[in-house]
């Protein structure tokens, strides 16, 4: 095998899957459920607090992946933070992973500032770690892997 094809080839193993899902900051979670529910003509699936983030999410199945609502539930939340600065909106896309500690340590190698060296757990069942926007090109990015 050469090098390329090895690169490849541990790439097809270890590599991002799918955008999981496209998380959305909003002011008031049961506004944007209305908005959401008649935009994409279907109920969300599950709501969920994130304690440990200070926020309240819903979630759309669309397709292979989901959108995700993010309210803040205190004024120390990432999310109050961020709607303060920019408003609501796009907050992060979140890659499905097979092996989340792999792909830290792939992309720490590669040069990319994680705002979380080791995985914690997110809301919807998953293992998840952030990436600074700074090495990213203004795009806060989730990788997500299932518990
Ligand atoms: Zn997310």
Do not use: W
Not at 55 to 63: A, D, K, P, Q, S
Not at 71 to 95: L, M, Q, R
Request: net charge negative.
């Amino acid at each position: 095998m050469t090098q390329i094809e090895l690169k490849v080839f541990l790439c097809n193993i270890i590599m991002i899957k799918k955008i999981e899902h496209l998380g959305i900051a909003v002011k008031n979670i049961e506004a944007s459920t209305k908005m959401y529910e008649t935009l994409l003509g279907k109920p969300a699936y599950k709501s969920e607090k994130v304690e440990s983030e200070g926020v309240n999410t819903l979630f759309f199945e669309l397709g292979e992946s989901k959108i995700e609502l993010l309210e803040a539930t205190n004024t120390d939340s990432p999310i109050a933070k961020f709607i303060e600065k920019k408003g609501e909106g796009i907050h992060h896309i979140a890659y499905d992973v097979d092996n989340i500690e792999a792909e830290i340590k792939r992309l720490q190698e590669e040069g990319f500032e994680l705002i979380h060296q080791k995985p914690k757990d997110g809301a919807d069942q998953k293992k998840i770690a952030f990436l600074h926007p700074k090495s990213t090109g203004g795009v806060l990015v989730e990788l997500c892997q299932d518990r």
